[in-house]
């Protein structure tokens, strides 16, 4: 049988049945293929894939981008657990970076090539709270005022990890977060334009998010009060999307149109979350200058 792809109630995302991740013809994965560049966010009940299945599945988009210094190592757990069973430290480089990710965002949009993908499934989850919050920025940008369409176009902005966890208390020296995201230079920010040309559907979307700041042009606040305006008027029904995970569960989405954002949750209980990310190609996904 075919997959069947439910539409959610809002401008994006589908929910997909009928279909075994860890047994795709490639006629299968096509048809996946296409769903992911119409609907955005591609959300996969009941998978339970190993890590290793996992990793299989989200090369079928593309080249995995390494996120550790481990060779070889192509998911990697987002969790607060310990090996030994504890929950980690607050004030760990990592775990403050999580905390950031609640800020809405795009992956890797702060290094030299942003992402094109993310893949997250759920292995361990709190009783309550963890969800994942999703945007449809093609949505944003189409429901934009013209005034507003002509004043960005042609602007960009700079984005940095070290600006965005600075603006939620978490002061890293230079080079500090290279220690814990690998590729990361802190010396190289892209900058990128806040109106983005999707590389295979060809549409606009609105490309912001936390790490983005200091539009050239524009003082600082004019800057950062045009970056918040647009996110938060973004950032709203039916454009966005929170989802409620269950274990098993396992989420694609589009960072090139969409943007995402971690749930809150007590930080006392366990979460185990693997997550892939899929590299963006260089042509499309590069920034445009460094500072
Ligand atoms: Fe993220």
Redesign the pocket.
Known sequence: MDPVFTPLDATFGAVVSHVDLKKLSSETWQSLNRAFNKYGLLIFPKQHLSIDEQAVFAARFGEIEELTSIEGLKSVPLTNMRQDGGVIDENDDMSLILNG?EGW?T?SSYMPVSAKA?VLSAHVIPVDGGRTGFTDMRAAYESLDETIKEQIEGLSAYHSLYHSQNKVGHEAKAGQLEGVISGLNSHQIPLRPLVKVHPETGKKSLFVGRHAYGIPGLSEAESEKLLIDLIEFSCQKPRVYFHRWNVGDLLIWDNRCML?KAGTFDRSEPRLMIHTRIAGDPQSESGVEVA
Do not use: G, I, M, Y
């Open positions: 990710n965002h992956d993310s995402h």
